[in-house]
């Protein structure tokens, strides 16, 4: 069911889903983290999420998931000319000071120690209150979660952006 629901909204099938259904609970989790994630009412804004979630797909090199990503995003209708350079988010004039500190916040939380700095962290909570950290937390680990998914699987990316959207 989870599967071609997946299929009407993207338009081709989901391969992660049909990966994991090789035993019948390893689907859950992906797709409850999938539905929070995507779905969940959200105090963090929906474009500072997007370039969160692409910058951590671009470090962890998840093709698929920076497919899906500025999918997502464009269906969303958030503007997605950001996505291209979030690697250079440091030197690019395009992000704001809040963007700058939640992509270097993300950029931290997503090296192998997991660990950010108390000056990055001062500099995030200046823009951002608590429930959006946790929010653009859970944001990271989740992008990371599906990175580990798809990364070793060798999920490729699956044209997602190049598919015309989907009509109602």
């Known amino acids: 069911m989870a599967s071609r629901a997946l299929t009407w909204r993207f338009g081709k099938p989901f391969p992660t889903v049909a990966l994991l259904s090789h035993h019948p609970a390893y689907p859950v989790p992906y797709l409850f983290m999938a539905g929070i994630y995507g779905n969940g009412s959200t105090k963090l804004n929906p474009t500072t999420k997007a ?44 992000y704001s000071p809040a963007e700058r500190a939640a992509l270097e916040y993300a950029w931290e939380a997503t090296q192998v120690t997991a660990k950010v700095s108390d000056e ?49």
């Open 51 to 94: 370039l969160v979630s692409h910058l951590v797909a671009q470090l962890n090199g998840c093709a698929f998931c920076i497919d899906l990503g500025q999918r997502v995003a464009r269906d969303k209708g958030l503007d997605t000319s950001k996505l291209q350079w979030v690697l250079a988010f440091r030197e690019r004039p395009e």
């Open 120 to 168: 990055t962290y001062a500099t995030l909570s200046s823009f951002y209150s608590e429930r959006e950290i946790i929010e653009l937390t859970v944001a990271v680990a989740t992008e990371n979660f599906f990175n580990r998914l798809t990364g070793p699987l060798n999920i490729e990316s699956q044209g997602f952006c190049a598919l015309p959207d989907r009509q109602p």
